[in-house]
């Protein structure tokens, strides 16, 4: 297993309710979390095959909150 963390746009626990239907079809329900508390608004994902670019190209949002920076 591996961990990728990405920066995030996600600010609170609103955001995360938001995103949690489209990150649990896509990442799996148990295999992410995002630290708010963190000022990157860190997403780590927890995986055995997808790389970074095949987490933020699964999601339709990605450009809703993932800062590219």
Known sequence: ???IELKTNIMCGSCIA???PTLNEA???SNWKVD???PNKVLSVT???LS???VISQNTF???FFCYS
């Open 62 to 64: 990605a450009d809703t």
């Open 52 to 54: 970074e670019a095949d």
């Open 27 to 29: 990442i799996g329900e």
């Open 18 to 20: 938001n995103v949690t």
């Open 47 to 49: 995986t055995e095959s």
């Open 1 to 3: 297993m591996k961990t």
């Open 36 to 38: 708010t508390q963190n």
